[in-house]
């Protein structure tokens, strides 16, 4: 069964950092392509970045660069998201998601649960 477990989310004031981490098992961790996306209130479901370990283009959305940088780590079977100088404008619920295509919610199969992120100005 394949699992993805967000964790690292929480408050924090604008210009600050966090570290969001996605745990992922129940597949082999090198087959598939993993995002980041999120979801403010009332708004429609965005991709942030995603990365495929065993090579390939990384991806971020526009909004982001610069600023976050995603990871993972084989041997933990874990994805990282580090974002810093975060804005208000970055609230919402992150979620990990995989085997999907560039940062296309709907082309992902796997999604986690979601964490969320508050920024406060």
């Known amino acids: 069964e394949v699992q993805l477990v967000e964790s690292g989310g929480g408050l924090v004031q604008a210009g600050g950092s966090l570290r969001l981490s996605c745990a992922a098992s129940?597949?082999?961790?090198?087959?598939?392509?993993i995002g980041w996306f999120r979801q403010a209130p009332g708004k429609e479901r965005e991709g942030v970045s995603s990365?495929?370990?065993?090579?390939?283009?990384?991806y971020y959305a526009d909004s982001v660069k610069g600023r976050f940088t995603i990871s993972s780590d084989n041997a933990k079977n874990t994805v990282y998201l580090q974002m810093n100088s975060l804005k208000p404008e970055d609230t919402a619920v992150y979620y990990c998601?995989?085997?999907?295509?560039?940062?296309?919610?709907?082309?992902?199969?796997?999604w986690g649960q979601g964490t969320q992120v508050t920024v406060s100005s």
């Open positions: 990365i495929r370990s065993s090579g390939g283009t990384t």
């Open positions: 998601a995989a085997d999907g295509l560039y940062l296309v919610p709907r082309t992902y199969k796997y």
């Open positions: 129940g597949f082999t961790f090198d087959d598939y392509r």
